[in-house]
């Protein structure tokens, strides 16, 4: 996901400053943790971009959503960097760019299973081996959510590859091949 420019370098920045500490996979963690802090609370970019709250404020309620330790050195200079510089506003986004540049650099898919009812695990563990199989054994974090709108069938997106085998998809398919006759 392009979050421009700004957030881009300073993620690319961090990526290689933790590559160099040895604490790439740390931070990953740590990244991980405050873009879901921010999918969760969306408020918490409004507080961010507030100047009337103070820095001290947001840098304690950042390191609090990333869930990081005092002795996470490299994430505690990423959010000095941000301050010196005035940017923590873009803390989100820098988030989200590293997030891009460390699956990147490790080979590590995003792959989400969207289905219309729960399945049994067996059919999970079913979709689960047939998406590793497509990606030939590569790393995947794998999550999945119910829709009901499919209807029935499933949605799987990988990166930004997308299967579409719901019911749902189906009927707007055989909607437009009508309309088009």
């Known amino acids: 996901m392009n979050q ?9 920045a961090l990526y290689k400053f933790a590559v160099e ?13 405050l873009e879901a802090a921010f999918a969760a609370q969306p408020r918490l970019q409004e507080v961010m971009n507030n100047p009337y709250i103070a820095v ?3 840098t304690r309620l950042l390191m609090t959503a990333a869930k990081a330790e005092k002795t ?7 959010l000095k960097l941000l301050v010196e510089n005035k940017r923590i ?11 891009d540049i460390y ?3 490790n080979n590590i898919y995003l792959v989400k299973l969207i289905t219309a009812d729960d399945l ?20 995947m974090e794998f999550s999945r959510t119910v829709d009901p709108e499919l209807i029935g069938g499933f949605v799987i997106n990988i990166n930004s590859e ?16 009508l309309l088009s006759n």
């Open 103 to 105: 699956r990147e650099e």
């Open 56 to 58: 001290d404020d947001k």
């Open 72 to 78: 996470d050195s490299c994430y505690v200079d990423f």
């Open 162 to 177: 997308r299967l579409d085998a719901s019911i749902s998809n189906e009927l707007k398919q055989l909607r437009l091949k």
């Open 120 to 139: 049994p695990q067996t059919e999970i563990d079913k979709l689960h081996d047939l998406v590793k199989r497509h990606l030939n054994g590569a790393s």
């Open 4 to 12: 421009g420019l700004i957030p881009s370098r300073y993620a690319k």
């Open 89 to 99: 506003d873009f803390s989100r986004g820098i988030a989200i760019a590293y997030l």
């Open 21 to 33: 500490k040895g604490k790439a996979d740390r931070v990953y963690v740590l990244m991980k943790n």
